[in-house]
């Protein structure tokens, strides 16, 4: 697959044979793409040094630079999500913290949302201020906030989509309309959408971006992060990358390359589950309430079921009782583990007030959203049937 025709072929085949083909060394014609486990890269003489310094030459240089393995994973991801540009990095916060400073001007403004991963939040409200970025936060549903910060000079806006833990939807056309007025950029962080359920370029987005930890390595064991936008917006994300130098393995690289194969098919699978999932639990007396949008309970449903072809695998929801009866239930489930993360082949399960946000107060707590009784569970790839029956003997247990 060529650049040109990459919005040709469906999604499950440009997972399986993106970036692995064209313009990849062939190592003793291995099919696979080879771990090119090397720091550095070799010139044979001056003169080719300096055709590869002019653009003759179309090698590489130095590992923080790039590196084959790693321009393969790239190359696929870019063709999953129908962009012009991949930067791969050593996780999904170095992907977002390298997007932020390269992109957000001193002393400029940006817009996020209110639910959201709590590092991301972290790193707004605690280093973004050192460069005199200030933050307005909204809810992932306030058109009028965003035009108000948009009036108010923001240059960006930052969202996940579903958001982290309660899976809110951005309506991505209709911000992506109101930003273009004001020429401000949308990043949507859609790492819980996959490439599979939601293309964000399509709907407006400028940039996209995955902790590629989750779904697109997808198997709890690497971890990376992901960027894909136009050349023009890419390349000085890259620039700083390569000062900042958090670059991913070729090793990790190569498993996120073998993941992204599976990646429809799990992503396929993980939908199922969850659906089926919520649906159980929205109807069990011992569960107070579901937040999945593929539920039409749920406050984003019609968004999410106009951008989105599947509503993802994450199901939160929460435990009628307090916070220790909801660590029981969470402590009575057999199948999945007890984990940080999502999107894997694996269920896991978090209490987030327990696994995430332990540090804070409770009145802090309460201050952002996260109920002492909220249970987040990742759908893996196990078989419905056994997923539902665990989640039925831990509620009764509970
Ligand atoms: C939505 C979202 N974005 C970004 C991140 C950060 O990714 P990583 O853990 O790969 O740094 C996470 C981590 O859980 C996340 O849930």
Known sequence: M????????????RAVHGGEREGRPRVSDALTTPIVQTATFWFRDTQELIDYQE?????????????PTTRALEEKLAQLEGG???????????????????????????????????RTRQFAATVLPKMGVRTTVIDPSDLPGLESALADGASLFFSESPTNPYLRVVDIPAVAERCRASAARVVIDSTFATPINQRALELGADIVLHSGTKYVAGHNDVLCGVLVGSGELIAPIRALHGILGGIVDPHAAYLCLRGC??????????????????????????????????????????????QMSGFGGVVSFEIRGDLQRTSKFVDALRLPYIAPSLGGTESLVEQPTVISYWDQSPEERARIGIRDNLVRFSCGVEDPD????????????S
């Open 84 to 118: 012009e540009e991949c930067l791969v990095s050593a996780s999904g916060m170095n992907s977002i913290t390298t997007l932020l400073l390269a992109l957000v001007p001193q002393d400029g403004h940006i817009v996020t949302t209110h639910d959201c991963y709590r």
């Open 261 to 306: 194969k599976t990646l429809a098919l799990r992503v396929e699978r993980a939908n199922a589950n969850a659906e089926r999932v919520a649906r159980f639990l929205e109807d069990h007396p011992r569960v107070e309430r579901v937040h999945y949008p593929g539920l039409p309970s749920h406050p984003d449903h019609a968004v999410a079921a106009g």
């Open 2 to 13: 060529s650049r040109s025709d990459r919005q040709s072929p469906g999604p499950s085949t």
């Open 55 to 67: 653009g003759r030459y179309g090698s590489f240089e130095y590992g923080r630079y790039g590196n």
């Open 386 to 397: 056994d997923i539902v029956a665990d989640l039925a003997q831990a509620l009764e247990r």
